[in-house]
């Protein structure tokens, strides 16, 4: 008995000698306190910023960014990948127990080694069955440390995941806008060019009425013409917006639906005196942190 209670000792002093150091953030000189309410930062910092433009249509593009944009696919299922090789790590530090079984039929010819009688079963069938249970005492932390590591690699591919949607959604959103703005221009330029036709219209009244010169008509011809030469570039650009805006959303390159007009978006507010502690919430951020953890 005594010489088990020792060994049981030796065992509680030697396991608590982990293999590696415990991981410690590095401290950072901050502020005692924020410039406004901690509620009021918690809620900058966890807001769905772009329901700020008040567009019911961006708000629908973004959704269906989220659901069906292939690297938001890609990073969600690298994250069930390693969900899976953190339950595996995590079952290393469990007693291990299985079962087995198996059955055979074999048949004896009469050249063999011991002669056949009438009592022999030919053929017989054979049936086997066998338990086994292992466990590894992990006396020096390795398994402990293991699964740590491997909890910090999921949570960092959580993170990066994070990241992407958050790309995603800044781009999205950035798109739209952009989008918009090409509407307002190109909008614009087709008015400057009826605005310029009407002009030309009358020049060349007046031409006819011999008021002015030719030269006078071929310069107001030829700003005509320049403003018509910007529409199809506009255009261009307006197709290219969409089609850029449509595989951010997971689709096929084709026409997007328009909501608010770029003067009525209403820019997201973003007030003086963030924190600076705001930056740990950035998932790139907090995936280095978690990639850290996991060499440590």
């Not at 198996?102 to 069955?129: E, Q, V």
């Not at 338990?131 to 591919?157: C, M, N, P, T, V």
């Not at 221009?185 to 036709?197: D, F, H, V």
């Amino acid at each position: 008995m005594r010489n088990i209670i020792i060994c049981s000792l030796l065992a509680i002093v030697l396991s608590g000698c982990m293999m590696g150091p415990d991981y410690k953030r590095p401290a950072v000189e901050t502020p005692a306190s924020w410039r406004f309410e901690e509620k009021e930062a918690k809620e900058i910092g966890n807001a769905a910023w772009w329901e700020q433009f008040d567009d019911s249509v961006l708000n629908t593009l973004i959704q269906t960014a989220l659901k069906e944009n292939k690297d938001v696919m890609i990073a969600t299922a690298r994250v069930e990948e390693f969900v899976g090789r953190y339950g595996i790590t995590r079952a290393s530090l469990f007693p291990q127990a299985g079962a087995g079984a198996a059955m055979g039929r074999s048949r004896a010819t009469d050249n063999g080694a011991t002669p056949l009688t009438d009592a022999t079963i030919n053929p017989a069938d054979n049936y086997s069955a066998s338990l086994y249970a292992s466990w590894e005492i992990d006396l020096w932390g390795k398994l402990r440390r293991a699964k740590e590591a491997s909890r910090a690699d999921l949570l960092s591919q959580e993170e990066g995941r994070r990241g992407v949607i958050l790309i995603l959604v800044t781009s999205v959103a950035s798109a739209y806008v952009n989008l918009r703005d090409l509407d307002k221009q190109l909008e614009i330029a087709k008015r400057t060019a009826q605005s310029r036709k009407e002009s030309y219209d009358l020049f060349q009244l007046r031409f006819q009425g011999g008021v002015i010169s030719e030269l006078e008509l071929s310069q107001v011809k030829s700003i005509y013409e320049q403003a018509l030469a910007i529409i199809p570039s506009l255009e261009k650009a307006v197709s290219q917006q969409e089609n850029a805006l449509s595989v951010l959303i997971g689709r096929n390159p084709g026409p997007i639906p328009r909501g608010k007009r770029i003067d009525d978006l209403v820019l997201p507010a973003v007030p003086a005196g963030l924190p600076s502690e705001l930056l740990a919430k950035r998932p790139d951020i907090r995936q280095a942190e978690q990639t850290l953890i996991a060499a440590n």
